[in-house]
C-alpha cells in the first residue's frame, strides 16, 4: 500500500482534519486523469469548503447528486478516524422523492435548490434531510494501513404516529396514522458513491480492497402530532456496515468477494479514445451544433478534444471555440486529401495536451 501517493508526508495526529485531507486527495487525485475516473464510475464531482470540507458528486448507474460533509476526526489507537455525512439529493421531479422526508420533498421544489447542492457545505443543516448515511475514513498514523466504512440503515424508516394532515379544502391524510413519513432504502442508494471512492482507493494507494460485510439490529423511531420522537414497541431495522479496507487496516464481518455495485467500465471508457467526426456543407451549422455538444459533454466531466479542418488561412471556427476545450487547428487544406498525413501528429498533439476520453474532428465545408 502506498499512502504516500495521497499524501506525501507522514500524519499529525494532532492535526484535527487529516482525514479530510486524504478524502480531498482521494478525490482529487483521481479526477487528474479524467478517462480513468470514468472508468470507475466517476461523473464528476465539486468540492465546497465553504465552512466544513465537502464535495458532491454524481456517479455512474444512478440519477442522485451525492455529498460527503466532514463532521470531524479522532484519535482511534494508533490511527485516525474521520467521519463524514452522507447526502443524497434526488431531482425535483424524482418519484424518490415521495419517500425522503416531506420536508425534503419541501426543500426539492425550491428554486434554490440546485444553489444549495453545489454549496453543501454552507448550507449542510438545511439540508439535513437528505442525511442518510455516513462514511468514515480511517488511517493508521504510521502509514501501513488506511479503511473506509458505509454505514447506513438497510431502510432510513420513521413512523407518523398520528399521521400527517392536510387541511387546504378540507382534511386529508398525507400519511396515514401509524404510516411511513420516511422510508428510504439508504444503504442500498449509496452503495454506487461507496463503491467508487473504494476502487478509486484500491486503485491510488496499488493495493486490493478487502471488502467485509456486518450489521446489527437498530430500533425504528416514531414521532406524534406533538413532535415528540419514540421508539416503535417491537419495531427493529438494520444498520449495515460496509468496509474496504488496505495494507494494515483491519475489515470486521463476513467478508465478501467483491465491491457490491462497482462500476464495470464500457469499452471506450477503457480502450482508445472515441474519434467522432462531424461533417456537413457550408453554413449547415456544424459550428454551433458543436458548441452545444461541447458544453453537453463537459456538464458532464467528459472532457473533448477538437481538431477542426479550416481551408482558409484564418482558423476563425477554432477561435471561437478555444477555452475550456482543446482544440488543433489544421489549415490551408482537406485532411481528406492534401492534409492527410498531419491528421496524426495533430491527434497525438491533443492526446498529449489533455487527458480527453474522446476527440471530435470537424471537417471543412467544402
Known amino acids: 500500500m502506498r499512502l504516500e501517493t495521497l499524501l506525501p508526508r507522514p500524519l499529525d495526529p494532532c492535526g484535527g482534519s487529516e482525514c479530510a485531507t486524504l478524502m480531498g486527495a482521494l478525490i482529487a487525485a483521481i479526477h487528474l486523469d479524467r478517462r480513468r475516473a470514468r472508468a470507475l464510475g466517476w461523473r464528476g464531482v465539486r468540492p465546497s469548503g465553504s465552512l466544513l470540507p465537502a464535495w458532491t458528486c454524481r456517479v455512474a448507474g444512478s440519477g442522485l ?155 425504528i423511531p416514531g414521532f406524534d402530532a406533538a413532535g415528540n420522537i419514540r421508539h416503535i414497541p417491537g419495531g427493529t431495522g438494520r444498520e449495515l456496515r460496509l468496509t474496504a479496507a488496505f495494507g494494515s487496516a483491519g475489515a470486521q464481518g463476513r467478508p465478501l468477494a467483491r465491491l457490491p455495485l462497482r462500476h464495470k467500465p464500457l469499452e471506450e471508457e477503457s480502450g482508445l479514445p472515441v474519434l467522432h467526426i462531424l461533417t456537413g456543407f457550408l453554413g449547415s451549422g456544424k459550428t454551433t451544433f458543436l458548441r452545444q455538444w461541447l458544453d453537453f459533454l463537459h456538464g458532464r466531466e467528459r472532457y473533448t478534444g477538437v481538431i477542426q479542418n479550416e481551408f482558409g488561412e484564418i482558423g476563425l471556427d477554432a477561435a471561437l471555440l478555444r477555452g475550456e476545450t482543446q482544440v488543433e487547428a489544421l489549415d490551408e487544406g482537406c485532411v481528406c486529401c492534401s492534409l492527410a498525413d498531419s491528421l496524426r501528429p495533430g491527434l497525438l498533439r491533443l492526446i498529449g495536451d489533455m487527458p480527453a476520453e474522446q476527440f471530435i474532428l470537424e471537417t471543412t465545408g467544402l
Open 65 to 219: 447528486v451525492f455529498g460527503l460533509v466532514f463532521l470531524g476526526e479522532d484519535a482511534d489507537g494508533g490511527a485516525l478516524r474521520g467521519t463524514f455525512a452522507a447526502y443524497a439529493f434526488p431531482l425535483p421531479d424524482d418519484p424518490l422523492l415521495e419517500v425522503f422526508p416531506l420536508e425534503a420533498l419541501r426543500l426539492a421544489v425550491d428554486p434554490g435548490y440546485g444553489d444549495r447542492i453545489r454549496a453543501l457545505s454552507e448550507h449542510a443543516e438545511t439540508l439535513s434531510p437528505f442525511r442518510i448515511g455516513t462514511v468514515s475514513l480511517r488511517a493508521a498514523v504510521d502509514g501501513s494501513g488506511l479503511s473506509l466504512t458505509l454505514s447506513a440503515p438497510a431502510r432510513l424508516r420513521m413512523a407518523a404516529l398520528d399521521g400527517v394532515a392536510a387541511f387546504s379544502g378540507g382534511q386529508r391524510w398525507l400519511v396515514e396514522p401509524g404510516g411511513w413519513e420516511t422510508d428510504v432504502p439508504a444503504f442500498r442508494l449509496l452503495l454506487r458513491p461507496f463503491a467508487a471512492l473504494s476502487a478509486t482507493a484500491e486503485s491510488l494507494l496499488g493495493d486490493p480492497a478487502r471488502v467485509s460485510l456486518d450489521g446489527e439490529a437498530a430500533p
